[in-house]
């Protein structure tokens, strides 16, 4: 992982850069206390109750606990964080120390800017496209997934859209091929960025690597950040809502390069455009101050669990239990997720009717296991990197258990 952020090209004097060292200086010595109290690997769930939600979903117990505790007294201000103000010394701190793990998870340097930006990635869908088609050029969408398709209909209104490629059309789902290099995603010579979703959450299915374009790449991170390593450097911005694999919902990671926002248009109030918000230190208006707070409570222990690389073996551990019980069912269960490209995050499966699927649900969720009803049908067990493995173990032995009375 990369060190801690470099200093603000916003103020280039050696008075500034040593101050903006200091400032996230700061904020990596708070986080790295932070993490001793994070290193626990997810535990069963404090109620007995597995929540397989696609978002919000489960959040590590460290992590709730100590929001428990700053709900009633952030930093021994004896003022709890709903209630601090987003000019004060207490959120200032708070949302450095967000945006310096931030930036050591994603592993940019100071060419990239980290922002935190009000709603969740549907909103900045549509700030994309105000940003970059609506004064020309073309948007590419590379379709692979209901949020894909989301990111498509906000544009839509707004400027040219082109499908670069068609991944839900058939019967089953897929993702462009990373063997072919980007040989099955059309581009056209207009394009102002390609859009991918790199984990499809409703398909069950995801890029095993970012798509091949010589074109500003935009990748939507929102259920996969943090999730496995990943390329932030090879994409022009990544955009990621935060209640999934960083707890609360009403705030977006944007991770972008500085100078792609600054090709941005400027026939926008400044409350739409990510430039001026990076420029704001992510306080130009009152910020969604709890969610900053909780991502980067999120992001400390994700990082205290070892990063990316950790997370992705035991995510691809989980998954594998489900989706190898999934393949050994002798066609009990099936699905739509193309092999080459089934995630490690969404299981997605589905019996032969939907009156077994209604009933599987059902008596899963009177054994403890809820919130598995998929997003286009059948199941879908959503086990993100606080989900803990004895979870999924359950539900395999819940599926072996129904096929062989209903089958």
């Not at 980290?114 to 379709?143: C, H, K, R, S």
């Not at 589905?350 to 998929?374: C, Y």
Request: with cysteine; aromatic share 8%.
């Amino acid at each position: 992982m990369a060190g801690t952020a470099g200093p603000s090209i916003h103020d280039s004097s050696p008075t500034g850069r040593d101050a903006e060292d200091d400032r996230l200086g700061a904020a990596y010595a708070v986080g790295m206390s932070i993490q001793n109290a994070f290193t626990t690997p997810p535990t069963e769930p404090r109620l007995g109750i597995y929540n397989f939600s696609a978002g919000p979903s489960h959040m590590p117990l460290e992590v709730v606990d100590k929001v428990r505790e700053e709900l009633l007294d952030l930093g021994s201000s004896g003022i709890g964080l709903l209630e601090h103000s987003h000019r004060g010394p207490e959120y200032d701190q708070a949302n450095e120390e967000a945006e310096a793990v931030v930036r050591r998870l994603a592993g940019v340097n100071d060419d990239h800017a980290v922002i935190f930006m009000p709603g969740g990635a549907t909103v900045n869908f549509a700030f994309l496209a105000l940003n970059y088609i609506q004064e020309g050029g073309t948007g590419v969408y590379l379709d692979t997934s209901v949020w894909a398709g989301k990111a498509i209909e906000e544009a839509r209104p707004i400027g040219d859209v082109h499908v670069g490629f068609d991944g839900r059309s058939s019967e089953m789902f897929t993702c462009p091929d990373p063997a072919r290099e980007g040989g099955d995603i059309d581009v056209p010579s207009d394009a102002r960025y390609v859009f991918y979703c790199a984990n499809n959450t409703g398909e069950g299915t995801w890029y095993e690597q970012p798509p091949i374009t010589d074109r500003p790449l935009i990748g939507d991170l929102t259920s996969d950040i943090f999730s496995r390593p990943w390329p932030f450097e090879r994409h022009a911005m990544t955009i990621a809502a935060g209640q999934k694999n960083l707890g609360a919902a009403g705030c977006s990671v944007v991770v972008a390069r500085r100078d792609f926002l600054a090709d941005a248009s400027h026939r926008l109030g400044p409350i739409l455009r990510f430039e001026d918000h990076e420029k704001a230190d992510s306080i130009l208006n009152t910020p969604p101050t709890f969610a900053v707070r909780v991502i980067g409570l999120m992001a400390e222990w994700t990082e205290a669990q070892g990063g990316p690389a950790v997370i992705a073996e035991r995510n691809a551990e989980k998954a594998g239990l489900v989706w190898s019980t999934i393949d050994g069912s002798e066609g009990f269960y099936h699905s739509r997720a193309e092999r080459r490209s089934r995630s490690n995050l969404n299981v997605t499966f589905q019996t032969a009717s939907p009156e077994t699927d209604a009933r599987f649900i059902e008596e899963a969720a009177g054994h403890g296991m809820v919130n598995l009803k998929g997003l286009v049908g059948g199941m879908r067990a959503s086990m993100y990197n606080a989900f803990p493995r004895r979870g999924a173990e359950i539900l395999v032995e819940f599926m072996k258990d129904f096929a062989a009375r209903n089958g």
